[in-house]
């Protein structure tokens, strides 16, 4: 089952394809091409990861504020496209990467149903402790078994 993913107008990257040998090769290739600006963008979503995050609140035409249910860390993130087709208490999967404005999406979410996301919360959890890491790097590890995950639990 292909679970619905929201269109941002942030970047046209997929973000499960990429890693970060990618990035440091294009950086190695276009390093005199490259603006400061692309690199700091580059290094940012090095550097970031998926997270599960909760819509708090939509401020049309200019972005949301977003909750992590990993962290409870709670902020602003700049994306036009997405305060128009975003609702309030949607859950993603979705890369967030410091930009030009402040925090913005880097790539496309995955929505996540409410019905399980305590459930595919809980797993996570337990799955990440098992392996003895911290947030950031256990999602880089984990990311496409986290998704089989939610993919899963909709088809119970």
Not at 106 to 133: C, F, H, I, S
Request: hydrophobic letters at 35%; glycine letters at 8%.
């Amino acid at each position: 089952m292909n679970l619905p993913r929201f269109a941002t107008g942030s970047s046209p990257i997929d973000c499960l394809t990429i890693c970060a040998r990618t990035f440091e090769e294009s950086h190695r290739r276009n390093a005199g091409r490259l603006s400061e600006q692309e690199i700091a963008w580059l290094e940012s979503w090095k550097n970031s990861f998926f997270g599960l995050y909760e819509v708090q609140e939509i401020r049309k035409g200019t972005g949301i504020e977003l909750r992590s249910l990993l962290s409870q860390e709670v902020f602003f993130v700049h994306d036009v496209n997405f305060s128009n087709i975003a609702l309030r208490w949607d859950m993603m999967l979705v890369r967030v990467i410091e930009g030009d404005r402040g925090k913005e999406f880097g790539g496309a979410a995955e929505k996540v149903p409410r019905t399980y996301v305590q459930n595919l919360l809980a797993w996570m959890e337990d799955d990440r402790r098992g392996q003895g890491l911290e947030w950031g790097p256990n999602m880089k590890r984990n990311l496409r078994r986290v998704i089989k995950r939610s993919s899963e639990l909709s088809q119970e």
